[in-house]
Structure formats: C-alpha cells, structure tokens
C-alpha cells in the first residue's frame, strides 16, 4: 500500500510520490529559541520525529532539516531585559531545547540551520525579489508585494481580498498595502543588526525558512511540516516569496498537526496555563509524555490534562509488561513449546494492521491500537503451559520495530534491592513452599509499601517498582 498523505495545500489525501524515487527532502519549522519550548511546540518535535521514523522504516532516505530562529522580536526583548547579547539567550534556550526533546526521543534533524548563519543568502534571496518586481524598499524596510503573486492563499484557501495582515506584521506607512509584508525590518538604536544594501537591520520573520529550506534542500521540498498556526501567514507567505523567486513549486506536501488545549482550554500566558515541556519533564515521564501526544491523530486537537496523561501512562505500563513478561519468559523457556504457525500469523496479522494505519496518513492512533493487539495476543500465548524461544523471540522483535518506529523503546532499569527487600522476598519463597499463605500475603503488602509490586508467575515471582 502507498502512503497517503493529507496535503493541506489540497485538503484532501494524496499518495506519497516524492520528486526523487527513494528519497525524502522534509523541512519542519523549528522554534524560536528565546524560552524554553512549551507543550506546543513538543507536539511537532514529536510528530514529525514519527513521520520521518516511518519514512525510513518503509526504506526512504529522509533528508529532515528543523531550523531555529535565534533572532527575533522576542529574543531581543529577552536579551534586553537579562541585560545579556541575543547570541547567549539563543544558545542557552537552544541547549535546552536538543535536551527536552532528546528526552522525549526525538532524533536530532540531519541539519538545525540558524538564521543568523544565513544572513547573505537572506540579502540574496530579497535583492532577487526586489528585481523581480515582487519587492520594494521603503524607509529602510523591504516589503513584499502580496497581490503581485497571484497565487496567494491558495495554502489557506482564502481569496486575497478576504485576508488579514496576519502575525508580526505591523500595518504602517511604509507599506503599499496593508497586506504586504516585511522581508527586511530596518534596525532600531541598540538592536542587532546586519549590514545590507537597505541599511543596517535583520530578516523578517517568513523570509527565514524559505531561504534556510532553499540551501539545504532546492528549490521544491517533498514535504513542509509545522503547527496548524503557521498555515497562515507563515507558510503561505514561505509559499509567496518562494515561488516569486524560483518559478516553481516550493512544496509538494503540506502537513499541519492540530492544537493542544490544557484541561480543555487554550493554552497562553494570560489564562495561567502556559505549560513548559522544562518543568513538565520534571514530574512525568517524557516516554508517557510522548505516548501521550500519539494517542491522538496528529491532525485532531488534543487535551491535556492529568487525567489523560494518566490514562495514557497506564496505558503504555499495559503494552511494557506484556513486553517485559515475554523478556521474562524467553529467559525461563525451553524451546519446546507451542510453535504452532497460528501464533506467527496473528504477529503478522498485527504487524500489517499497524503499517495499514501508518500508510493512513500517520495514523499513530490507530498503529497504538495494534500494539495493545500485540500484548493481547502475546498474553495469551504466555498462558500456554510451555512456549517457545523462536515464537517468543517474534513477538519480542515485533514490539521493538513497532515501537521504535513511534520513538518509544521498552527500557527495563534494574536496581538493586537493599537487604531488608531481599531478606523478605527469600522469606515469601520459604513461606510459599511451606504453604504459609497468610505470611506470604504480609510480605507482599510489606513490600507494596517499599513501592515493590509482586507478579507470581509459573515461572517464579517477578518484582518491579511501582
């Protein structure tokens, strides 16, 4: 089966067909690092981290480029504030950033390009657009001419006349209309800045990632990610200027994820719930964490709040003990148990389950499901008197390729009991054996109080902190 995609460019879905056979070229716009990345920007870092997973799984060369802008409004106003340069704001909260969303399994993008390493390209690309007619100086800001393109709004699917001047950009009477938009914001006293044939000043926001995706990429990208919030005007502006310049399609995939409200409202700074994957790292997870973010189909609106997350936690403990009782089995087994090929089948059975909803537009909510298929059927075969090492050894490396695919690993931390906890466990097997039930029983509520859970099993006695 090919995969299909949602394209928001036609809101519909598409079959994959990348320009080049075998290979991906995927730009996913990045943060801008003046703060700690909140719970909306963790839900792209993790979504596309899948997509690009999945790409490769089914065998594409995935060339993934996620950018930083370290310069901006917001950093300058930061830096200002802290009394410190806008580079060190930019590389503090970029440290941070590779360490929140390391921690939440994504891998790093084949490039992190920065704004501030493509300043001359940038000049470049807008002096091109200057004499193309598509922009014009004023005042020391350039501006783009948006109803010279004729395409605009055919992203956000909306006639020109009925748009707004959209975020960042700042009516005046510099403009020549108020839809146009800057390419070039002329440098107020004390601000970094750069020199250019305009005077000194620093990029607009839009012009940023159409350059960046242009020098690592070319001139058509096969796929353009981002939040549902930079539809319009970001990428539709990217769009603009991208095809003024190069006189050809810029994307041929646009995808968009949805947004996420906490405990069903919003999220923003005024409403109190302004939630920093910093501090939520803290106190959960992030493995539930990023379980939690693909329990819902990346183009729904999710909620967050403690009693999902915690739904999602005990979730994600059911498909790691079915995994964790399988490691234990296949420790214990002989292989002389039930290889029946029905027990092989039901794998697969479940394996193409799971690509089928993955070829379904990054179905992850549905590919979820078929890993609780998987437990399902891996308990039921671990209820057989005797099993086998090569059917267990299946069902092992089935849950790692599916897993490992959605960024999740089944990582089991030994440690240590002390000798009170191990002087007790021997004393439940002694008290087991002479049928002293009543002692094993307070043994086991004793060593639930120590956070130990007890699992007896025909094989023996498991334990794990609860």
Known sequence: MTIQIFNSLTRQKEPFIPLEEGKVKMYVCGPT??????????????????????????????????????????????????????????????????????????????????????????????????????????????????????????????????????ARVETGD???????????????????????????????????????????????????????????????????????????????????????????????????????????????DPKILRFFMLSVHYRHPINFSQELVDDAAAALERIETAYFNLQYRLGVSADTGNTNREWQDGIEK??????????????????ISSLFDLARLANTYLKEEQTAQEVLEIFIRTFEELADVLGLSFIQEEELLDSDIEALLEERVDARKNRNFQRADEIRDLLKEKNIILEDTAQGTRWKRG
Not at 245 to 268: P, V
Not at 354 to 359: F, G, H, I, V
Request: net charge negative; proline share 3%.
């Open 33 to 166: 690092v003046y703060n700690y990345i909140h719970i909306g920007n963790a839900r792209p870092a993790i979504v596309y981290d899948t997509v690009r997973r999945y790409l490769a799984c089914r065998g594409y060369d995935v060339t993934y480029i996620s950018n930083f802008t370290d310069v901006d409004d917001k950093l300058i106003r930061v830096a200002q504030e802290l009394g410190e340069e806008v580079p060190q704001i930019a590389e503090r909260f970029i440290n941070a950033y590779f360490e929140d969303t390391g921690a939440l399994g994504c891998l790093e993008a084949d490039v992190h390009p920065r704004v501030t390493d493509h300043m001359d390209e940038i000049i470049e690309f807008i002096g091109v657009l200057i004499d193309k007619g598509y922009a014009y100086e004023s005042g020391g800001d350039v501006y783009y001419r948006t109803r010279k393109f004729e395409g605009y709004g055919k992203l956000s699917h909306q006639s020109i006349d009925e748009l707004k001047v959209g």
């Open 174 to 284: 510099k403009k020549e209309d108020a839809l146009d938009f800057v390419l070039w914001k002329a440098a107020k006293p004390g601000e970094i800045n750069w020199d250019s044939p305009w005077g000194a000043g620093r990029p607009g926001w839009h012009i940023e990632c159409s350059v960046m995706a242009r020098v690592h990429l070319g001139d058509t990208i096969d796929i353009h990610a981002g939040g549902q919030d930079l539809t319009f005007p970001h990428h539709e502006n990217e769009i603009a200027q991208s095809e003024a310049l190069t006189e050809q399609t810029f994307a041929r995939y646009w995808m968009h994820n949805g947004y996420i409200n906490i405990d069903n409202e919003k999220m923003s700074k005024s409403l109190g719930n302004f939630v920093l994957v910093h501090d939520i790292l803290k106190q959960l």
């Open 350 to 367: 479940v394996k193409a389950d799971y690509l089928e909803a993955m070829d379904d537009d990054f179905n992850t909510a549905k590919a």
